[in-house]
């Protein structure tokens, strides 16, 4: 399958490198995995092109076994090509693979992501871990993640959606801390694909432990500034300032960072966990910088502006949390 993969891209464009076939062969017009092929067949971009690639070979392992082409077939297709990729593929391919697999699994009846969640989860991990420098396929990995530790609302018991859970607690936790990375598409993913899949949660026994997750990585990021800048005014002119001063930079672009990705996050947590990260965005004003406080603001404005039970709490217990420091 991996061969295939690789030698179908060559051979799928023309002369003006764009690819020459404007059909998924197998695959019915309306079909998701058909409208992902539509969306990328006519483009001159490598990415659209090894998107194509690797939904024809995908197309093309699917007719020689027989097998009907649906999100459910490409998921196991793309999945056993991942599971067996090596260093040899290069980012560009990993990327085009989890764009399938995207698809695959926004579409797919979740009772077939479920059934291979403890796999797909660990395939993930190590496709995040090596697609570090990648910032296409780490998007991808992160989107892939999201929409993994989404279906577990569909699990069939509440104790089924804990077992699982602990398959996706790791990797939740690793797109929650990409909501502070330093590349602008990076965290900008992460945010949504966290704030997604707490919206799936809701509801569920998941809902709780992934909230704490994020919240231990939001009130870190945080707090952060708060004790570089103590740290800071400690030094009094000693040799260790100019270190001090770096790091209450960084700590404070770091929250940035992180009350960027709140306006689409913040809404989403349910209590403890919603009011914790409120308290912590409200300990940035204490700090009076201007744009830690303009964009706390702004964060907090996500929270205030809901309706409902979880909002009212949440803001309750943001504001006795400050009335106690």
């Not at 197998?26 to 990415?47: I, N, T």
């Not at 077939?73 to 697999?101: C, K, P, Y």
């Not at 996706?168 to 598409?185: E, Q």
């Amino acid at each position: 399958a991996r061969a295939r993969f690789r030698a179908n891209g060559a051979a799928s464009t023309g002369d003006f490198g764009v690819m020459s076939t404007l059909a998924l062969p197998g695959f019915a017009d309306g079909d998701p995995v058909a409208e992902l092929w539509d969306r990328h067949c006519r483009s001159r971009q490598p990415e659209s092109k090894a998107t194509c690639a690797v939904l024809e070979a995908v197309a093309d392992i699917l007719q020689q076994e027989g097998i009907a082409p649906s999100p459910t077939a490409v998921f196991a297709a793309t999945m056993s090509s991942l599971e067996r990729a090596d260093a040899s593929i290069s980012a560009e391919q990993t990327g085009a693979m989890l764009t399938v697999l995207a698809t695959a699994l926004e579409h797919a009846p979740p009772a077939a992501v479920l059934s291979r969640l403890p796999a797909t989860a660990k395939v993930l991990m190590s496709a995040g871990r090596a697609a570090q420098e990648s910032p296409p396929a780490l998007r991808g990995v992160v989107r892939c993640i999201g929409l993994l530790v989404a279906t577990l609302r569909a699990a069939p018991s509440a104790q089924a959606v804990l077992e699982n859970w602990e398959h996706c607690a790791k990797p939740f936790a690793a797109i929650s801390n990409l909501c502070v990375d330093g590349r602008p598409k990076v965290r900008k993913q992460a945010a949504a694909s966290v704030g997604e899949a707490l919206r799936a949660l809701r509801d569920t026994p998941a809902a709780d432990p992934a909230g704490r997750a994020f919240a231990a990585v939001a009130v870190k990021s945080l707090r952060a500034p708060g004790k570089a800048a103590r740290e800071l005014a400690d030094m009094h002119g000693s040799a260790g300032a100019k270190a001090a001063e770096q790091r209450a930079q960084a700590a404070a672009a770091e929250s940035l960072h992180l009350l960027g990705a709140l306006k689409r996050i913040l809404g989403e947590l349910s209590e403890p966990a919603a009011g914790e990260v409120a308290a912590a965005v409200v300990g940035l004003l204490d700090l009076s910088e201007p744009m830690l406080t303009q964009h706390a603001c702004d964060a907090l404005v996500s929270l205030f502006a809901q309706t409902g039970a979880t909002a009212t709490a949440a803001a309750a217990n943001a504001a006795r949390r400050a009335r106690r420091r």
